[in-house]
């Protein structure tokens, strides 16, 4: 029972030393490539360079002790980041103590969040925001994040929390360009595309394995730091304009609860909760993906109180919020992590780099971090997913185009709650609606299909009607709607069958819309059926007076009812009896 929520007790008994080598290599691979990410996430969030170290620590030892994704990696991502900034940004002035107070209480909240959504074991929360709406807000943020960080490849002061403040900002300051920056900032940015290009086939093709040479390609990012303040330290360019890091204090993150302030609190609460269903969306799907190529499996609600602590985690040593990261988890994954503990052996890198690397971090131009970051959000930016869901569906693409330009013009919380509240509205309308056809018999078959997709027996007399979902309040009018339209549109019917073949539920709502139909349909003349009707389905209406009431039957299959109803029209199939597939309903 214990282990159930400490998943650690589970992996942590048949831990042995090919597993510790294993995750020690990867830790190693993921910490190199950790170190400027961390960095560069803080400059999205507003927040000093030390923050995205220490919100890459505690957070990875927690996720280790409580998560259950062998090679998920919690720490700082691009699309939380940002949301960290919009949602402190508004509230305090950046660059302050009290920016960084706000910052851990977000995710001190977030974490409380996530805890007590596991806790309650309600993961499913997250179902209602669908694929199309998650696509386009992480398009839309990938623009968004490149967008802000052209101001520090360019030397200049820009501002602005929507992508057209951003771009008028920056059109505005365009003259006062830094060249020196501006040279070290592109120089940045076509480094690391190269080497993300060829690097590793270079390496591999000098004899290095496919896995070391891929893994070794992950760290440009680092090469590109370590290169860039090589440079402005060498020839002084901190002298000519370029804005560096500067002094990131040596150490370890502060252990200290953030100041509670309840005005404040309530403020970051929405936030907070945007942050809770995005994040733990992106680290589900990442979990998922990655855990599938080995046949393992993911607790979905446990990987609610493992972000959860993740967060409280981060909230406590000054840091922000957290999620599980796609390109670090895949990194992990393919350098071999095979347990939780690759995490906490990486969160022990990071540590060490804090000790003793901050002081060679001084000379690092920001324009490098911006250029890291503008790369790795470029890769966010899914064009294929966009036309893939106009070509398959344009009411999800609409969807997903309010939810992208929501956050250009608007910002990124009225977008990501625009996306959610158009998740949920597309769900109910769908809900509301569900596909159904009047179906007929297939000559020689006891199956029954659509009478305008199919060439099929019917009968003036008997009408079926398939519903393709479940009843319940959203579409028990349209249902309702449709039998006794049925029954007016035709003089001649004296029977009807629901067919409820699709059906798995039919709540109270439900239930009262199928009394009032019989009972109308009776006054009409018309004897009400069902056919096929599932055994939990069943068993709930064997607890109303509906069946007591129902003026036709229940048969067990849509063949025998048409037979018994209208026998001169529906033949035996071959002349034989129509086989009984089973005794009970199920």
Not at 53 to 61: K, V
Not at 150 to 173: P, R
Not at 309 to 317: D, L, W
Not at 529 to 547: A, I, Q
Request: proline letters at 4%; aromatic letters at 8%; one cysteine or more.
């Amino acid at each position: 029972m214990l282990s159930r929520y400490l998943p650690i007790l589970r992996w942590g008994r048949r831990y042995t030393p090919a597993l510790f080598a294993d995750d020690a290599l990867a830790a190693l691979i993921v910490t190199i490539m950790l170190i400027p990410q961390s960095l560069a996430y803080a400059l999205i969030a507003g927040l000093p360079p030390e923050v995205g170290l220490y919100a890459s620590m505690a957070p990875l030892l927690a996720y280790a002790v409580f998560g259950t994704s062998n090679t998920l990696a919690v720490g700082p991502v691009a699309v939380v980041s940002l949301m960290t900034a919009s949602a402190v940004g508004r509230l305090v002035e950046a660059g302050g103590p009290d920016y960084i107070m706000a910052a851990a209480a977000l995710a001190l909240i977030t974490g409380v969040m996530l805890l007590a959504l596991g806790v309650l074991r309600l993961g499913f929360l997250a179902n209602f925001l669908s694929h199309p709406i998650i696509a386009g807000f992480i398009t839309a943020s990938g623009v968004l994040i490149a967008a802000s960080q052209m101001k520090h490849v360019l030397g200049v002061s820009a501002h602005g929390d929507t992508l057209v403040e951003i771009g008028e900002s920056l059109g505005a300051h365009l003259g006062q360009t830094n060249p020196v920056t501006l040279a070290i900032g592109a120089g940045s940015i076509l480094f690391l595309f190269l080497t993300r290009a060829f690097l590793q086939k270079l390496l591999h093709a000098a004899g290095l394995s496919e896995r070391l040479a891929a893994s070794i390609a992950k760290a440009g990012p680092l090469l590109a730091v370590i290169g860039a303040t090589a440079i402005v330290a060498g020839f002084g360019l901190e002298a000519k304009g370029v804005a560096i890091v500067g002094d990131i204090p040596r150490g370890l993150p502060p252990v200290a609860v953030p100041d509670f302030d309840a005005a404040l609190w309530r403020e970051l609460a929405g936030a907070a909760f945007l942050i809770t269903i995005i994040g733990y969306v992106e680290s589900v799907s990442v979990a998922q993906t990655l855990a599938a190529k080995r046949r393992e499996r993911i607790d979905l609600d446990q990987e609610l109180v493992g972000l959860g602590a993740s967060n409280i985690a981060a909230g406590v040593t000054g840091g922000f919020p957290v999620t599980g990261g796609f390109a670090r988890s895949v990194v992990n994954f393919d350098a071999g992590a095979r347990t939780p503990a690759a995490g906490a052996f990486t969160a022990a890198g990071i540590a060490l780099a804090a000790l003793f690397l901050t002081p060679f971090l001084y000379y690092l131009p920001q324009a490098t971090l911006a250029a890291t970051i503008i790369v790795a959000v470029l890769s966010l930016i899914n064009i294929g997913a966009i036309r893939r869901t106009w070509a398959y569906s344009k009411s999800d693409f609409a969807a997903m185009m309010i939810t992208i330009f929501g956050v250009f013009l608007f910002g990124v919380e009225v977008g990501v709650t625009a996306g959610v509240a158009l998740s949920i509205l597309l769900l109910l309308f769908r809900a509301s609606k569900p596909h159904c056809a009047i179906v007929g018999q297939v000559p020689g078959t006891e199956h029954f299909r659509n009478i305008n997709r199919h060439d099929v027996i019917t009968s003036p007399s008997v009408a079926a009607l398939r519903i393709d979902g479940n009843l319940f309040f959203a579409n028990a009018r349209f249902l309702e709607d449709k039998l006794l339209g049925l029954a007016a549109d035709a003089p001649e019917l004296r029977h009807i069958v629901l067919m409820c073949s699709a059906v798995n539920e039919i709540d109270a709502s439900a239930l009262e819309s199928l009394e009032a139909i019989n009972e109308r349909l009776k006054q009409a003349g018309v004897v009400f059926h069902l056919s096929e009707v599932k055994g939990p389905v069943m068993d709930r209406l064997k607890h109303s007076h509906f069946l007591e009431r129902l003026t036709g039957r229940v048969f067990l299959s849509q063949f025998d009812a048409m037979h018994a109803l209208a026998p001169e029209t529906f033949k035996l199939v071959n002349g034989a009896p129509s086989h009984q597939s089973a005794d009970v309903l199920k």
